[in-house]
């Protein structure tokens, strides 16, 4: 057994998964620790709210270890935990939606000053306006930096639905901030 | 929100592009940074409770592949199998073989295990795996729950009781005396933690040898220790004494307490719980001493996030009438 803990983290994501699911104690620890941050950082852009995203990616990585039968090697592990973590985000935020808007958050910036924190809290503002759908589309596909394709994967529409809600967006999103086309 | 198919097709510009600025814009605010220490240890701290209750849902196709891995022994995957039936699931959590919908497995199958190489029926001495080695590592970093509803502060008493619960699941399961999962045993000492008062709280509560508290599953499945002891609690002294208790479980009350106290029946634990507003406890622990003098019961609640709260209420405790005295208190 400790040789096979001494490889766990040579395997694939994929690998580690299906080890867990045969009972290995320590294969969804190693799925955790890779993905971990990477899935704070999507949960804290779609909540918009680190306590909430907190509680979020725990109900995720809870979800993703009870249900990890349920993985099928169809798409990459890390596209299966942005869906479930982005899920988890959604119930969250439609739970309390009712009663409170989402808030704007500021992440400290040791680098701040006055203007570039009025513009952030401006564009979180803009974004967190948009309709749920364009919203998603711009936190992952801008702001996570995943492909279209990958995104589609997780929101579970196609690519161009993806794109068009990314275009849709940056347009609301440019005129809500008074940007004009041709800015970048 | 589908947008029609003539508008993918004549409006879906490569998202990499964009001349509004928006794009440059989202990508140049701060990353959220990596998990905060305090966040991934109560997700540490979650998933190691859901792995002591064996909360690996039904599965397929998937143990073949991690024994061909090498990632699970196959002396280790013939034991677990053991007496299951074919096609029944089985997987291995926290130091004993669960059964996919969470019973424990055969005790056939923990005989067949090899002494010390074979994982299940081992106890597990010490927090193990790597959830276990890194939980312990954050808090014993001094490492805090989130938690903004109570005051924050060590954790490490916490992961004592979750340590103490984890490893009477396991040592309950490895003497093959029940299937029930969830259930405590008595009279095993923290395997982490303590607290500078243990010493003299154990003093107070020392039983005859061979005396063993009641243990017991609540109806959500977390477990119950009640116990008797002659501490005599203040709201001072809550947290020290409460620790004390659960480093040192005691012998249980005599039956003429348990028809006097509602809170020393399973039952009356159960709604005075509910009462307080602990629906869904992990694990829970009871102390029938004196709290400013007077009998009361003292209630220790470790929840799923290993968050742990004293209360001390009458003994009375029931549905609708919690009869509470001081808490609730988180402890240190």
């Keep these: 057994m400790s040789s096979a803990l001494s490889t766990l983290a040579d395997h694939s994501d994929a690998q580690l998964i ?26 804290v852009r779609t909540c918009g709210d680190p306590e909430m995203a907190a509680d979020a990616v725990q109900d995720a990585f809870l979800a993703a270890y009870r249900r990890a039968g349920s993985f099928r090697g169809e798409a990459a592990v890390t596209t299966w935990l942005h869906r479930i973590v982005v899920n988890a985000c959604l119930d969250r935020l439609r739970r309390r939606r009712p009663t409170s808007a989402l808030p704007e958050v500021e992440l400290p910036d040791r680098h701040d000053d006055h203007a570039a924190t009025v513009t952030r809290l401006d564009v979180r503002a803009a974004l967190a306006k948009l309709p749920e759908g364009q919203r998603l589309a711009l936190v992952l596909v801008d702001m996570q930096q995943l492909s279209v394709a990958e995104t589609a994967e997780i929101l579970g529409v196609a690519e161009g639905t993806v794109k068009s809600r990314c275009s849709r967006a940056r347009a609301a999103m440019a005129e809500s901030l008074g940007l004009h086309r041709g800015a970048s | 929100m589908t947008e029609p198919r003539w508008f993918e097709q004549d409006a879906n510009p490569d998202p990499t592009m964009d001349d509004t600025g928006v794009r440059s814009l989202l990508a140049a605010l701060p990353d959220p940074g990596p998990m905060p220490e305090a966040v991934a240890a109560s997700i540490l701290s979650a998933l190691a409770a859901a792995q002591d209750r064996g909360a690996l849902e039904p599965h397929e196709g998937s143990a073949q592949l991690g024994a061909e891995l090498g990632l699970v022994s196959d ?53 193990r795996g790597l959830w276990r080695g890194r939980q312990q590592r954050a808090l014993d970093q001094g490492e805090i729950r989130r938690r903004r509803q109570v005051v924050l502060g060590s954790a490490a008493a916490s992961l004592a009781v979750i340590a103490l619960a984890a490893g009477g699941l396991s040592r309950l399961s490895s003497q093959g005396g029940t299937t029930t999962a969830g259930v405590l045993t008595a009279n095993e000492p923290a395997r982490a933690g303590g607290s500078p008062g243990a010493s003299d709280a154990s003093e107070l509560s020392r039983q005859p040898d061979g005396a063993k508290a009641p243990t017991g599953a609540l109806p959500n499945g977390a477990s119950a220790h009640i116990e008797q002891s002659a501490r005599s609690y203040t709201a001072a002294t809550l947290p020290r004494l409460a620790q004390a208790m659960l480093d040192t479980p005691g012998a249980p009350p005599p039956s003429d307490a348990v028809s006097l106290a509602e809170v020393s029946t399973l039952p009356g634990l159960s709604e005075c719980l509910t009462t307080l507003g602990e629906g869904s406890p992990q694990a829970v622990f009871v102390d029938l001493a004196d709290f400013d003098g007077q009998p009361a019961a003292v209630i220790v609640v470790v929840d799923a996030t290993g968050l742990t709260q004293a209360y001390a209420v009458q003994r009375s405790c029931a549905k609708g009438e919690p009869g509470l005295l001081a808490g609730p208190v988180v402890m240190p």
């Design chain 1, 18 to 43: 299906a080890a867990h699911c045969a009972g290995h104690p320590d294969a969804f620890g190693e799925i955790f620790r890779r993905h971990k941050d990477r899935m704070w950082a999507v949960a």
């Design chain 2, 75 to 127: 002396s280790v995957d013939q034991a677990e199998i053991g007496d299951d039936a074919a096609g029944d699931h089985t997987a291995y959590v926290a130091g004993m073989p669960v059964r996919g919908d969470g019973a424990v497995a055969g005790e056939a199958a923990l005989r067949a295990l090899p002494d010390g190489s074979g994982r299940p029926g081992r106890p597990p001495e010490a927090p």
